[in-house]
C-alpha cells in the first residue's frame, strides 16, 4: 500500500539552529512527494515537492531531496525562524499530477527566539 | 485569485443528529477532495469528484456520510448520524488540470471545517 512515516514531534528549537524532519515512505510505482505546512489558523499550504528520483524541491529556505534508494524525503532548513513555527506534513501521490495525497501525521515544530 | 472557501468554520452537535459541510472550490477546478483529519492525524482522503463524478470514494463510510457535487462546481458532505469519532476537521481542497506531462497541479486546502460531535 501507499503511506509515509515521519518523525514524531513536537520539535523545538532555537532560532537560527539547524531543522531536519525526517520522512520515509512506502509506494507502489513512482509517487511524487511533498511538503507541506499549517501554520497556526491557517490552511494546508503546500511548501515543496519532488517528482522524481534525486529531484530537490526547495522553497522559503526549507530543501527535501527524493531519494528512492533509502524510500526518504526529509525536510531540512539551515537556519529557522520563529516564523516557522507550524505543524508539517510529509504526503505522497501516487500521480505525478493529478491524484489523492498521502500524508504523515504531522509535526510540530516550535521555535523559540 | 479567491481560495478554497468553506463553511461553517466550526460546528458542535450531539451524537445521532446530522450535519453538513460545504465547500466552494477555486474557480475552474475541475477535481475536488473531501479529507478527514483526526486530532494528532494527517488528513485521510473519504472522497474525490471529477467534476461532478466520483473517482475515489473507497475510504468514505457510506452508512453515515454522503457526499455530492452538482453541477461539478460546489460540494456537500453530509454526516447522518454523527458519532463522536466524527470529530475531526474537515477539509476541502481542489486542484486544476495537469498543464503538461511532467507538471504537477498543486491541491489548494481550504481553512476546513472543525466538527466536534459530543
Known amino acids: 500500500g501507499n503511506s509515509v512515516t515521519q518523525m514524531e514531534g513536537p520539535v523545538t528549537l532555537s532560532e537560527e539552529a539547524f531543522l531536519t524532519i525526517n520522512c520515509t515512505y512506502t509506494a507502489t510505482g513512482y509517487p511524487s512527494l511533498f511538503w507541506y505546512v499549517q501554520y497556526p489558523g491557517e490552511g494546508l499550504q503546500l511548501l515543496l515537492k519532488a517528482t522524481k528520483a534525486d529531484d530537490k524541491g526547495s522553497n522559503k529556505g526549507f530543501e527535501a531531496t527524493y531519494r528512492k534508494e533509502t524510500t526518504s524525503f526529509h525536510l531540512e532548513k539551515g537556519s529557522v525562524q520563529v516564523s516557522d513555527s507550524a505543524v508539517y506534513f510529509c504526503?505522497?501521490?501516487?500521480?505525478?499530477?493529478?491524484?489523492?495525497?498521502?500524508f504523515g501525521r504531522g509535526t510540530q515544530l516550535t521555535v523559540w527566539p | 485569485e479567491a481560495g478554497v472557501a468553506q463553511s461553517p468554520r466550526y460546528k458542535i452537535i450531539e451524537k445521532r443528529q446530522s450535519v453538513a459541510f460545504w465547500c466552494n472550490p477555486i474557480s475552474g477546478h475541475a477535481t475536488l477532495y473531501w479529507y478527514q483529519q483526526i486530532l494528532g492525524q494527517g488528513p485521510k482522503l473519504l472522497i474525490q469528484?471529477?467534476?461532478?463524478?466520483?473517482?475515489?470514494d473507497s475510504q468514505l463510510p457510506k452508512d453515515r456520510f454522503s457526499a455530492e457535487r452538482l453541477k461539478g462546481v460546489d460540494s456537500t458532505l453530509k454526516i447522518q448520524p454523527a458519532k463522536l469519532e466524527d470529530s475531526a476537521v474537515y477539509l476541502c481542497?481542489?486542484?486544476?488540470?495537469?498543464?503538461?506531462?511532467?507538471?504537477?497541479?498543486?491541491?489548494?486546502f481550504g481553512p476546513g471545517t472543525r466538527l466536534t460531535v459530543l
Open positions: 469528484f471529477q467534476n461532478n463524478g466520483v473517482v475515489d
Open positions: 504526503a505522497l501521490s501516487r500521480g505525478s499530477t493529478l491524484g489523492r495525497l498521502y
Open positions: 481542497a481542489s486542484q486544476g488540470l495537469s498543464s503538461g506531462r511532467d507538471s504537477y497541479n498543486e491541491q489548494f
